[in-house]
């Protein structure tokens, strides 16, 4: 039931920009912490930025300072603003709720390229 679709990612130059997109569906969004992770091939899949439904948010040390979440609860939409992108932060983009268990899309593919 519980739904996560991304969009939003492609490819970019080095200190470019780009916004991903999360549409949720199947559940209370406004009641959850909603999240972003990535992964590169071979590697973990890692923490980017997590909001949670009091608004906190954190994130990844990697990103701190170039990377903005925010989430529209009446839109049950999840949003990542990602600003002065650095090869290494290519990746597969998962959207995430943590809902009794946590829920993942499908992903989208950020390629930063040098």
């Known amino acids: 039931q519980p739904r996560l679709v991304e969009s939003g990612g492609g490819l970019v130059q080095p200190g470019g920009s780009l916004t991903l997109s999360c549409t949720t569906s199947g559940f209370r969004s406004e009641y959850f912490t909603l999240a972003w992770d990535r992964q590169v091939p071979g590697k973990q899949r890692e923490l980017v930025a997590r909001i949670s439904k009091t608004g906190y948010t954190d994130y990844s040390d990697s990103v701190y300072g170039r990377f903005t979440i925010t989430r529209d609860n009446a839109k049950n939409m999840v949003y990542l603003q990602m600003n002065d992108l650095k090869v290494e932060d290519t990746a597969v983009y998962y959207c995430?709720?943590?809902?009794?268990?946590?829920?993942w899309g499908q992903g989208t593919q950020v390629t930063v390229d040098s």
């Open positions: 995430r709720a943590d809902l009794e268990e946590s829920v």
